[in-house]
C-alpha cells in the first residue's frame, strides 16, 4: 500500500504524540525487603537514605492471609523499600541494613524477642541473591567473625503484606512514644558497641 504525503504526516504526528504523552516506566526505580526488629525503627532509620522513595511497614514470611499486628504468627516485621537505583544502589542499601540491627541476634533484635523480630534479608531476584551473599560475606569480615556466627537470613520473598495504617511513618507521627521505645530498647547503644563509628551507615565496607 502506498501512502500519501498526507497520510504519512498525520501517521507521524500520531506516534510523536504517543511517545510524548505516553506514561514513562522509570526503570531505575527498584524494591527491597527488610526483617530487622521492630519496623517503627527499620523504616525510620532507612526512609532517611538519599534516594529513598518510600519505606512501608508490614509482614511477611507466613502462610497467613492478610495478616494483621494482632494475628501474624508466622510473619515477620519487615519493611518493604522502594528506591532509585540510581541514586542509591541496592549493595549502598543492603549496607545500611546491616549497620542499623544486631547482626548476633538470631532470636529477635534489641528489647523484642521472638520469631516476628528475627533478621532476615528478603531477596527479590537473582541478582538482589548474589548481592545479599556477598554482604553476609563482607559484614562478617568487617566484624572479623565467620559466617557460622551471623544471625541474620538471607530468603526469597514471599508475599509482603502491608501493616495497619497507624504502623506507617509511626516514628513521624508519634515522635515521642517512639523515641521513648527506642531508647528503652537501647537500640543505638548496641548498634555502636556492635559497628563502632560504622553504626547506622552505608559507607564501604572495612
Known sequence: MIFSFFQKSVFLSLVCAFLL????????????IFAGGCFWCLEHDLEE???????ESGYIGGEIQKPTYANHKGHKEAVQV??????ISYKK????????????????????????????IYFLSESQEHDAKESLYQASKELSVSKEEIG????PAGIFWLAEDYHQDFAKKNPIKYNFYRSSCRRDKRLKEVWIENAKKGIGWN
Open 21 to 32: 504523552f505516553a506514561p514513562k516506566v522509570n526503570a531505575s526505580v527498584d524494591n527491597a
Open 49 to 55: 537514605l538519599n534516594g529513598i522513595l518510600s519505606v
Open 82 to 87: 522502594t528506591f532509585d537505583s540510581q541514586k
Open 93 to 120: 542499601l543492603l549496607r545500611s541494613y546491616w549497620r542499623n540491627i544486631d547482626p548476633f541476634d538470631s532470636k529477635g533484635q534489641f528489647c523484642d524477642r521472638g520469631d516476628s523480630y528475627r533478621p532476615v
Open 152 to 155: 541474620v537470613n538471607l530468603q
